[in-house]
């Protein structure tokens, strides 16, 4: 093979560098405005400094998402969009390329969570929204997971208590809208002691989650709509009463079964 035939091969090498067009400095580095074609193929609009993405920007993707925002030194970094392949949508804050700060998130399923995140996590206080059921979950989380004092509110009803590694624990109550509480708490497998502990222990192939166990239902609080307060149970012969025995039942059964809901 000539000369000029392997020199023709090593142009043929030569890794593509991308293209700019766009403002620079003195020293010939990418500065100010400009547009970037990667040698990805993905593409970059926006400011740039010392060769570097930073400030406001738009990065698309070969594969067609897209983040829309601040960039600090190539990073995602300040207040900024993201556009998922699957369809999900981040909007928040950034800190060096990780959501962290306050931000909202809508997935693929249209569930969404408004709330705090710590290094790409869901951290701190936040409110999770499930679209299909309508219910919130408004609480803490650590890592990701649901964990600390929250409210879990349904339809017709809401649980108040604590959470831990995504699981009810320990005393709360339910709250129904006719205007009555369950109190009672969640105690986990380990701690359900009884006849159970003389027989063998069986492995289960899914973990066990908390059992309700319930204490009292309070009395029902009538609304007097023509009095400025509400007369006290021991002073209203019918506002004292429990709910019919039917309607008890009913409410038992609905904590037990949307109780596992979170």
């Known amino acids: 093979m000539s000369e000029q035939s392997d020199e023709e091969g090593e142009e043929e090498a030569e890794p593509y560098l991308g293209e700019y067009d766009g403002d620079r400095n003195n020293e010939g580095e990418r500065h100010g405005h400009g547009k970037a074609v990667l040698p990805n193929g993905d593409k970059y609009e926006g400011e740039y400094e010392h060769n570097l993405r930073n400030g406001q920007g738009t990065y698309r993707f070969k594969s067609g998402v897209c983040y829309i925002g601040e960039y600090l030194q190539n990073k995602k970094h300040g207040q900024g969009t993201f556009y998922y392949p699957d369809g999900s949508k981040y909007e928040g804050s950034w800190v060096d390329d990780q959501k962290h700060g306050y931000g909202e998130y809508t997935y693929p399923n249209g569930d969404t969570y408004a709330g705090e995140w710590f290094k790409d ?78 027989e063998e222990e069986e492995e289960s192939p899914l973990p066990a989650e908390p059992t309700w166990k319930a204490k009292e239902i309070t009395k029902l609080i009538l609304w007097a709509p023509n009095e400025e307060k509400a007369p006290a149970p021991s002073e209203a012969p019918n506002a004292g009463l429990h709910p019919t025995k039917d309607a008890e039942d009913e409410q038992i059964r609905e904590g037990e079964n949307e109780g596992g809901m979170y």
């Open 121 to 198: 996590n869901r951290h701190g206080q936040g409110t999770y929204t499930y679209k299909d059921t309508g219910s919130m979950y408004v609480g803490g989380w650590v890592n990701g997971i649901q964990e600390g004092e929250a409210e879990l509110i349904h339809l017709n009803h809401r649980y108040r208590g604590k959470f831990l590694k995504g699981n009810p624990v320990g005393g709360g109550k339910y709250i129904f809208d006719i205007g009555c509480e369950q109190h009672g708490e969640y105690i986990l497998p380990e701690e359900v002691k009884g006849e159970e502990e003389d």
